[in-house]
């Protein structure tokens, strides 16, 4: 089925601004998890490694069941797949205030609320996409603003919340904010295929109608029913006996036209039951060939030099340049920044210069003569360089422009889609991207954590940040290396996998 063009405008607009505060809505917390990970620390008094599992996890799960988070978009559509999760993000926040320890956070903030995010971010940016070309840049560009903008008013917000309301008064106002998720994803109306109408899902009872013609030889309709008879030799004999109720006997009995079913409805049954077992079998080996198709098309993504040094430079990015959001905070307590220095929260800081920083690439990556995946590199080495100052930062001012750039810096996940896209094409966009959120959410469930520990060994933060910027400037190299050749072995497209030997046609009702 061939989607539509992209109408790069209509209602595609539309689908920009639901996803904008779909984003919001949905990443406003778990972003600006930093604000609570200081109240879980002093409510459940557990160390800093353990505390910033819960922050990471609900950034790192959703993006570690990207796979299958795409496979649910392209088989159920981006809008019912952001209606549920509406629910699991919702419930998630709400089960949360109720939390007795550490570990009930883990599963209820960390899980649940992280696979509804995975799940919404996924969804968005697919639809997205496939709305909008040559302004794609822009439309993701866009809606990626909607979690920094909800990072930075949810930073505020919640600190309000928890000073009037307490910690579960606050998770549980949030977890209500969240339920308008459900009315921004009955608007992302699906892109309709070229011929109109998507085709319509075959019935259960037109099923056995409904055959696969393999180039390898199969047993025919014919040898599938005299198999039938010769296993069930005695079908008329049991079935007489039972009727009659003297099944003990094991005599013949008398024929009866009211008892013995006519031969005509026996045939008529075996080949129905004939036709449904060759259909079964018929369609397990179409499934087991398309599960071969698709470890064949990862494969052959990875064969392209390109995406794999970019699932390398995702992954170490994630690792170092995640702990910031999450930390900062507790970076400047640890540093003896005082209260009453503080204009702004350093969390709220991060978040509008990220949401400065995806509007502005996302519109840069739609100039033709910029190379975005060079521009991609540059935001990483840059990143990486930043996240070694941090330790020489010891006042509120050092904190806030470093805590500034790296927001901005982070907007490069407003071009990532769109590096991807250039990369593999928008016909694999569902799959690569599913694949390289999988190790991004890797990179963002061990990042905060590796950084916490360092500190809990060391009673400092300098070599968690000494760590962070080398991972994000040796991915940010690897990628320089792999993209040194002309860009355009990025755009070559990938083979395509050799068709399925499976034909269909529907057979006449019997």
């Not at 978009?73 to 949360?96: C, D, E, N, W």
Request: contains cysteine; charged residues 15%.
């Amino acid at each position: 089925m061939e989607m539509k063009k992209s109408p790069d405008g209509g209602w595609g607009w539309v689908i920009v601004f639901v996803s904008f505060f779909t984003q919001f809505l949905c990443y406003g917390s778990p972003l600006a998890v930093g604000v609570l990970y200081i109240e879980w620390l002093d409510a459940f008094g557990e160390g800093k490694g353990k505390t910033a599992w819960v922050g990471s996890l609900a950034s790192g799960v959703g993006l570690l069941a990207s796979p299958v988070c795409s496979f649910c978009v392209s088989s159920f559509g981006a809008r019912p797949v952001t209606i549920f999760s509406g629910f699991l993000v919702a419930g998630g926040l709400m089960l949360s205030s109720f939390a007795p320890n550490i570990y009930f956070l883990f599963f209820s903030y960390g899980i649940i609320v992280g696979l509804g995010c995975g799940l919404l971010y996924t969804a968005t940016v697919t639809i997205t996409c496939q709305y909008f070309d040559s302004r794609r840049g822009l439309a993701l560009g866009l809606i990626s603003t909607g979690s920094s903008v909800g990072l930075f008013i949810y930073a505020a917000l919640q600190k309000m919340l928890i000073e009037f309301y307490g910690l579960d008064g606050c998770l549980l106002i949030v977890g209500a904010l969240a339920l308008n998720i459900l009315a921004c994803g009955s608007l992302m109306r699906p892109l309709q295929s070229s011929d109109g109408a998507l085709p319509a899902k075959p019935a259960v009872e037109n099923v056995p109608e409904r055959y696969c013609i393999y180039k390898e030889k199969d047993k025919s309709l014919e040898e599938n029913i005299n198999i039938l008879e010769k296993s069930c030799p005695h079908e008329d004999k049991h079935k007489s006996s039972f009727i009659s109720g003297d099944w003990r006997s094991e005599g013949p009995l008398p024929k009866s036209p009211t008892i013995m079913a006519p031969a005509k409805e026996t045939d008529t049954y075996k080949k129905k039951v004939a036709e449904q077992t060759y259909f079964c079998k018929q369609l397990a080996k179409r499934k087991w060939q398309l599960y071969r198709n698709y470890w064949g098309e990862t494969v052959a993504l990875f064969k392209n030099k390109v995406f794999s040094a970019l699932f390398i430079a995702i992954l170490l990015f994630d690792i170092g340049g995640f702990p910031p959001s999450l930390l900062m905070e507790d970076v400047a307590r640890s540093s003896n920044v005082k209260e009453e220095d503080f204009i702004m929260p350093l969390i709220s800081i991060i978040g509008i210069m990220t949401a400065v920083g995806k509007l502005l690439l996302g519109i840069l990556a739609d100039f033709k003569w910029i190379n975005t995946l060079y521009l991609y590199v540059a935001t990483l080495i840059i990143m990486g360089l930043t996240l070694c100052a941090i330790p020489f930062a010891k006042s509120y001012v050092m904190l806030a422009i470093l805590s500034g750039i790296l927001g901005f810096l982070t907007g490069n996940w407003s071009i990532f889609p769109y590096v991807t896209t250039k990369t593999v094409g928008i016909e694999k966009l569902a799959h690569a991207y599913g694949i390289l959120m999988f190790f991004a959410g890797l990179g963002n469930s061990l990042g905060p954590p590796i950084v916490g520990w360092f500190y809990d060994w060391t009673q400092t933060y300098d070599i968690a940040f000494y760590f962070s910027g080398f991972c994000v400037l040796l991915g940010g190299f690897i990628l320089l290396l792999a993209a040194l050749p002309p860009w355009d072995t990025c755009t070559k497209q990938l083979p395509k996998p050799a068709p399925t030997a499976y034909l269909y046609k529907v057979a006449s009702n019997v």
